[in-house]
């Protein structure tokens, strides 16, 4: 808790911590920027339970009370008087694998819950009665303000999550790392796709340098809100470039591409480049390894401030099918959204 002499309204921050790979590589499925949501819980007296699904890092402020008693960045809960647990179901934004779960109790100290477990299941519609669910993380220790990785390494696609606390207390953000899943058998082979998307299965497989943004922003929906929401690297102070590599939904013969650098003014690329491949084995580090020898599909690009840069078919390279994009910043900067979008191509072709 805050100390005594701090003034009221002080804002107190997270403090930093060392995230496992998982955070950086896929995507928090139960974010409420792709449309999660609670849709059932036990109680939230002190705190929504929508909070825990927010992209902000939870922030302690001194001296802050609602009608409810002291304001907490997340879910809280009442105490718990009758030998019971609280529980939320979360609906995720996007359906898919889940690689990794972080249970964060942030700020939470006499009043984080001692245990928690996670359940899961695959409903199209809304979980009922004879929804069948899936124990994914067992009744598993909680300490204060602490953030607690599980790592998961399971194939099935999920929907919701139920978060069971024993018995009650405040969770300040519930965060479900994966990678979203799409049935591509039934789409049109002659429509376009914009096959970077995260719902569309679009995947950061590494990068460079993340100083200021986090790559998976990239292949966010909608333009970025502002310059914390997309890719940023540090001031490069040495030759180079700065890159990220992007895994496609499907193989696609490439129509045209997006480059989005809303927001970032003072801190563009000067240019970018884009290479790109058709991958069919290997993993991600001999991907990235492999990257740097990629053909070229679009050559470097003057880019400008906050400003959608759009390139067509006839601006690209003959290249194929591919399943794999290189965005390559020169030297250094931000950029918001990367899209690309193409026509379906068999896989392995």
């Not at 997006?258 to 563009?268: L, M, P, Q, R």
């Not at 994009?325 to 900067?333: A, E, R, S, T």
Request: some cysteine.
């Amino acid at each position: 808790m805050a100390a005594p002499h701090m003034p009221v309204g002080t804002v107190i921050n997270a403090p930093s911590v060392e995230f496992p790979e998982f955070v950086n590589r896929y995507a928090n499925l139960a974010l409420d920027d792709f449309g999660a949501e609670v849709i059932e819980c036990s109680d939230q007296w002190f705190g929504d339970a929508n909070r825990m699904l927010q992209s902000a890092e939870p922030v302690f402020i001194v001296g802050k009370f609602d009608d409810h008693g002291k304001w907490m960045d997340g879910w809280e809960t009442r105490r718990r008087r009758d030998g019971g647990h609280d529980y939320a179901v979360i609906k995720l934004g996007v359906s898919g694998v889940i690689k990794g779960i972080d249970i964060d109790t942030s700020h939470f100290t006499g009043n984080y819950p001692p245990a928690a477990s996670v359940l899961a299941c695959y409903c199209e519609d809304t979980p009922d009665e004879s929804t069948v669910w899936t124990e994914i993380v067992p009744s598993t220790t909680l300490s204060p303000s602490t953030h607690h990785f599980i790592e998961f390494d399971d194939d099935r696609r999920w929907t919701h999550c139920r978060l069971n606390i024993y018995p009650d207390g405040g969770v300040a953000r519930f965060r479900v790392y994966g990678q979203p899943a799409t049935d591509w058998t039934s789409k049109d082979s002659d429509a376009l796709y914009e096959v970077s998307a995260l719902a569309n299965g679009g995947r950061i497989v590494g990068f460079n340098d993340a100083h200021f943004g986090v790559p998976f922003r990239l292949v966010m929906p909608g333009r970025g809100v502002n310059m914390g929401d997309g890719w940023e690297t540090r001031r490069r102070r040495e030759p180079g470039y700065d890159w990220v590599v992007v895994e496609l939904g499907h193989p696609v013969i490439v129509e045209k591409i997006e480059v989005d650098t809303a927001h970032f003014k003072g801190n563009y690329p000067d240019r970018v480049s884009i290479q790109a491949a058709n991958v069919t084995y290997g993993t991600d580090q001999s991907t990235i390894t492999q990257a740097m020898f990629w053909p070229v599909l679009l050559r470097e690009q003057k880019m400008g401030p906050d400003k959608q840069h759009f390139f067509e078919r006839d601006q690209l390279e003959e290249l194929g099918a591919v399943t794999h994009v290189k965005l390559n910043m020169h030297p250094d900067g931000g950029v918001s959204r990367l899209r690309i979008w193409g026509r379906l191509a068999k896989k392995g072709s």
